[in-house]
């Protein structure tokens, strides 16, 4: 049994979906960026409104958590808009 190997053209179906991704990253840094500020400064109240070293210590370690979390989203979306250029000329280059 032979198998052909027919040569297609997925440029037409990639281009557009490679458009709105990069269409959406930088209004993502910006809303992962406020959300995270928001979130930050939340949790920065919290901390000082409590009043026992019980709960003082849950909201250190959320706020710790979410800036750790806050900061690597917003490290992979700029490494993904980085990347963005290398992974359509990667596809160009496979078609």
């Known amino acids: 049994m032979k198998f052909i190997i027919a040569a297609i053209n997925f440029q037409p179906i990639i281009a557009p979906i490679l458009e709105v991704i990069n269409a959406i990253l930088w209004p993502l840094i910006a809303v992962v960026g406020s959300v995270g500020a928001v979130y930050c400064v939340f949790l920065g109240i919290k901390i000082a409104k409590s009043d026992e070293q019980n709960s003082r ?13 806050f900061a690597l989203i917003f490290v992979l979306i700029v490494a ?5 250029p290398i992974l359509s000329d990667w596809v160009k280059t496979q078609v």
Not at 57 to 69: H, M, P, R, T, W
């Open 57 to 69: 210590e849950k909201a250190k370690k959320d706020l710790l958590g979410a800036v750790i979390g």
């Open 80 to 84: 993904l808009k980085i990347a963005m």
